[in-house]
């Protein structure tokens, strides 16, 4: 091989390892690209149920990054998961190096919405009648949503565990609990509260509520009263 010819084939062989490096670095890229999305969206599935359970209960949240910083988010007004979700959409951006970790800080109404959290899931009943007229007889919410039995919940942690639960049709009961209907539908049903002796409180003739109401209300002691207009209001 001439002088020449070893010159054209460093050349060729310089061009072509840059070209490979160009490809590696793309696809390296790309790759890595795809791991940040899919690991931001892991992450997201599951968080979210902890920030929208911080949003309902009105709820300040504690955030730590991964070299150890600590700061308070505070509602005021605002949506936590709009906060969170900027914060991961910059993360898959590459504006921010890491995830962020998420914690409720707990207040002084947190015991009160566990209380009546509880005492509303088990004693709720839900009935009514099918599209075709078939009669559906009182079920708790749990029954009606595909959820395992109720079991008291004692703190915020189990709060949290439980409404990541999944219902038989693998949906977070969080979201399950969204809109409680007949028969885990969004369609309106006879609501109740079983006072457990023999009575019941009614809650609707016909409606639905929301998993709001479950913490924020005590329906043992709820009187439902319609005013002159036809709207409503609690008591």
């Not at 409680?180 to 609501?191: E, Y």
């Not at 709001?212 to 209300?217: G, V």
């Amino acid at each position: 091989m001439n002088t020449n010819s070893k010159k054209k084939l460093r050349v060729i062989i310089a061009a072509t390892s840059i070209l490979m490096l160009l490809f590696i670095a793309i696809v390296g890229r790309e790759y890595l690209d795809e791991k940040r999305r899919d690991r931001a969206l892991r992450y997201y599935d599951a968080i979210s149920t902890t920030v929208i359970l911080a949003d309902m209960l009105v709820m300040d949240m504690e955030c730590n990054d991964n070299k150890g910083n600590t700061w308070v988010i505070k509602r005021n007004n605002k949506s936590l998961l709009d906060m969170v979700n900027q914060d991961i959409t910059d993360y898959i951006s590459g504006d921010k190096q890491s995830l962020y970790e998420y914690k409720i800080i707990e207040n002084e109404n947190i015991q009160k919405y566990i209380e009546n959290f509880n005492d509303n899931m088990k004693n709720i009943r839900i009935s009514g009648e099918s599209g075709a007229g078939i009669p559906i007889p009182p079920k708790t919410i749990s029954e009606g949503e595909g959820m395992k039995e109720f079991q008291e919940i004692k703190n915020l942690d189990e709060l949290i565990a439980y409404m990541h639960k999944s219902t038989k049709d693998g949906e977070y009961y969080l979201y399950a609990l969204s809109v409680i209907g007949l028969d885990g539908s969004g369609f309106n049903g006879r609501i109740t509260f079983d006072m457990g002796d023999g009575t019941e409180n009614v809650i609707h003739e016909s409606g639905t509520i929301g998993v709001r109401e479950l913490f924020s209300i005590s329906y043992r002691n709820y009187e439902y009263q319609r005013d002159i207009k036809g709207g409503s209001e609690y008591k």
